[in-house]
Each structure stands twice: as structure tokens, then as C-alpha cells.
């Protein structure tokens, strides 16, 4: 059993930086596949970025690619994902998820998820 705990989410203006912050507990968090979903109001749940168990191998979605960058620390049994040069469009909640895999990228399917920060992103 892994539980998820994001922190980091508020209110930025367009342009800003945020580092989200997911903090695991549960054994094991160097075999779990990470990931960043997010979404927004009358929105599905969309893929934002995945990071795999050893955080050699990371991937992101089109939107965010080149602005976000996903990482761990497997010592601290946390995952980041630093945001910058926000855009209105990124404001979401953004989820943290795991699964326990060493595939290359995890897009889905993921087992845990955490509770979700908000993150709003003025014009």
C-alpha cells in the first residue's frame, strides 16, 4: 500500500514557477513508476508527465513539454514536478500517482493516487 501526499499548489500569474511536491509512504517507493495528472473544471483527468522507478526515463505531454520537469528522489520518497512559464490553461488540480513497475514510461493504470493540490494560474 503506498499513500500520496502532493503539496505545493496555489495561486501564480501567468509566466510564474511552482514545484509541486509528492510525498510517498509505504516501502518500495524505488520500484513505482510515478506520474503527474491534472485536471481541470468540466475537464477530464489528462496525463501530464511520468517518471519511471529509477527516474532515468521521463516523459511528457505535448502541453507541457519543454515548461515542466518531473523528477524524484528516491532517498526522500518524493517526486517533484517544477513548472514554469505557466500559462492560464495549466490551472488544474494536479494529481500524483504511482504504480509499482520498471517499464520504461507508465501512462495508466496507475494503482495510488494522491488527494490533489490546486493550482490557478492568472492571466
Known amino acids: 500500500q503506498v499513500q500520496l501526499v502532493e503539496s505545493g499548489g496555489g495561486l501564480v500569474q501567468a509566466g510564474g514557477s511552482l514545484r509541486l511536491s509528492c510525498a510517498a509512504s509505504?516501502?518500495?517507493?524505488?520500484?513505482?513508476?510515478m506520474a503527474w495528472f491534472r485536471q481541470a473544471p468540466g475537464k477530464e483527468r489528462e496525463f501530464v508527465a511520468t517518471i519511471n522507478f529509477s527516474g532515468g526515463s521521463t516523459y511528457y505531454a505535448d502541453s507541457v513539454k519543454g515548461r515542466f520537469t518531473i523528477s524524484r528522489d528516491n532517498a526522500k520518497n518524493t517526486v517533484y514536478l517544477q513548472m514554469n512559464s505557466l500559462k492560464p490553461e495549466d490551472t488544474a488540480v494536479y494529481y500524483c500517482a504511482a504504480k509499482y513497475s520498471f517499464r520504461q514510461w507508465v501512462f495508466n493504470e496507475y494503482d495510488y493516487w494522491g488527494q490533489g493540490t490546486q493550482v490557478t494560474v492568472s492571466s
Open positions: 509505504g516501502r518500495a517507493f524505488s520500484s513505482y513508476a
